[in-house]
Each structure stands twice: as structure tokens, then as C-alpha cells.
């Protein structure tokens, strides 16, 4: 199986900075990869998929990159509506088998 | 709009089952796989599975083979999860989520379920 490990655990940052979370694979992986958005008592939501495309509706403040096993979501100029828990999410190629990192809390400082 | 809406809350004792509801809207419904996947208090997301709506074959991650049953009624457009031998630690929230391309198979999951709280507790 394989692991995806996020960091920071948490991040304290402020309205208008900048937001870098990392995922880490323990083995090389496709481009099925994806991140979420979620927030206390909600559903996950979308942000990127095939690790850099925004998901419609997305605020453009959220960009993905990364390939093999290290990848990045970053967000520009952070708004109150931002501060939430934020998954990582791989699928391996055969069986199409999911795993999630264990999240980065993104708090206001 | 694409809905997905879940059953409601469930208490169940350990060693029992639970069936949880997933009712979608707003698309073609076999179109669409449709992963499940729970949250247990404080912690990540663990997915359990994957039924494909236009053949009803299913794929099940390691830990829940042999307690994890994934079965959709077309005509509703609806999709079931039903998890048998319940143990405290099946304590957790249940979200469905729709694959977010049709024919794709499970991949990134677009939209989700609101979530449906299951506590086992004797």
C-alpha cells in the first residue's frame, strides 16, 4: 500500500500569506493524485486533481505541482475561508486502491 | 446540480450491521462510480470501496473484504453501504463521494455525500 505523509501537521499563518503544504509518497506514483478541503463538521471538497488542475469553481489562489513522490499545494494570499484541514489523495495504478495523507491543519495564527 | 444525500444518523450495537443510503440527482447515474469512504472522531479519511453503477462490479480495499457490501438500485439512483460484524471502531462518519469523471473508475471524488454519523456502542 502505498503512504502518503503531509507536511506540516499544522500551519499558523495570517490572512494574506501564503500557504505551502506538502505530500510525500513512499513509492512513485501517477498523476491520480488530488487534494481536498475540508472544514470542521463538512464534507471533503475538491481542490485539484491529476495534481495540478483546479477543480471548477476553485479560487485560482489554489495551485498544485508535483510528480513522483513529492508533491505541493500551495495557496496564494490566504482568506478567512481558507483556514481548514487539507488532504492528500493518491489511487495506485492496479487495483485502483486509495489512500489519503493524514492532513495539514492550516490555523490563523 | 449533482446531489448526493445520505440516510440519516444510525446507533447499532457491536457484532450488528448497518446500511447507510446514498441517493444521487443531477446526472447520469450509471455513468458514475461512486466510492465510500468514513472518518472516524479526529482523524484522516480511510476509503473502503467502489461500485461501478453501469456493471455493478465493486472493488473493496484489504481491511473491509468479507464485511463490506457496495449494491445500487438504478431505478432509484441510489447506492447502498452495508458493513456487517461492527466493532467500536466502526464508529465514524460515512461519506459517499461520486468519481469526478464518468467511466473513470475511482480516481478523485467530486462531489461528496454530507456524511452519515454511525456509532456502535453497547
Known amino acids: 500500500e502505498i503512504v502518503l505523509t503531509q507536511s506540516p501537521a499544522t500551519l499558523s499563518l495570517s490572512p494574506g500569506e501564503t500557504a505551502t503544504l506538502s505530500c510525500r509518497a513512499s513509492?512513485?506514483?501517477?498523476?491520480?493524485f488530488a487534494w481536498y478541503q475540508q472544514k470542521p463538521g463538512q464534507a471533503p471538497r475538491l481542490l485539484i486533481y491529476?495534481?495540478?488542475k483546479r477543480a471548477p469553481g476553485i479560487p485560482a489562489r489554489f495551485s498544485g505541482s508535483g510528480s513522483g513522490t513529492d508533491f505541493t499545494l500551495t495557496i496564494h494570499s490566504l482568506e478567512p475561508e481558507d483556514f481548514a484541514v487539507y488532504y492528500c489523495?493518491?489511487?495506485?495504478?492496479?487495483?485502483?486502491?486509495?489512500?489519503f495523507g493524514g492532513g495539514t491543519k492550516v490555523e490563523v495564527k | 446540480q449533482v446531489h448526493l444525500v445520505q440516510s440519516g444518523a444510525e446507533v447499532k450495537k457491536p457484532g450488528a450491521s448497518v446500511k447507510v443510503s446514498c441517493k444521487a440527482s443531477?446526472?447520469?447515474?450509471?455513468?458514475?462510480?461512486v466510492s465510500w469512504l468514513r472518518q472516524a472522531p479526529g482523524q484522516g479519511l480511510e476509503w473502503m470501496g467502489w461500485?461501478?453503477?453501469?456493471?455493478?462490479?465493486?472493488i473493496y480495499a484489504q481491511k473491509f473484504q468479507g464485511r463490506l457490501s457496495l449494491t445500487a438500485n438504478t431505478s432509484a439512483t441510489t447506492v447502498f453501504m452495508e458493513l456487517t460484524s461492527l466493532i467500536s471502531d466502526d464508529t465514524a462518519v460515512y461519506f459517499c463521494?461520486?468519481?469526478?469523471?464518468?467511466?473513470?473508475?475511482?480516481?478523485?471524488?467530486?462531489?461528496w455525500g454530507q456524511g452519515t454519523q454511525v456509532i456502535v456502542s453497547s
Open positions: 463521494a461520486r468519481d469526478r469523471m464518468e467511466y473513470s473508475g475511482p480516481n478523485s471524488f467530486d462531489p
Open positions: 489523495q493518491q489511487r495506485s495504478s492496479w487495483p485502483p486502491l486509495i489512500t
Open positions: 461500485i461501478n453503477l453501469y456493471n455493478g462490479k465493486t
Open positions: 513509492q512513485m506514483i501517477s498523476d491520480y
Open positions: 491529476a495534481a495540478s
Open positions: 443531477g446526472y447520469t447515474f450509471n455513468n458514475y462510480g
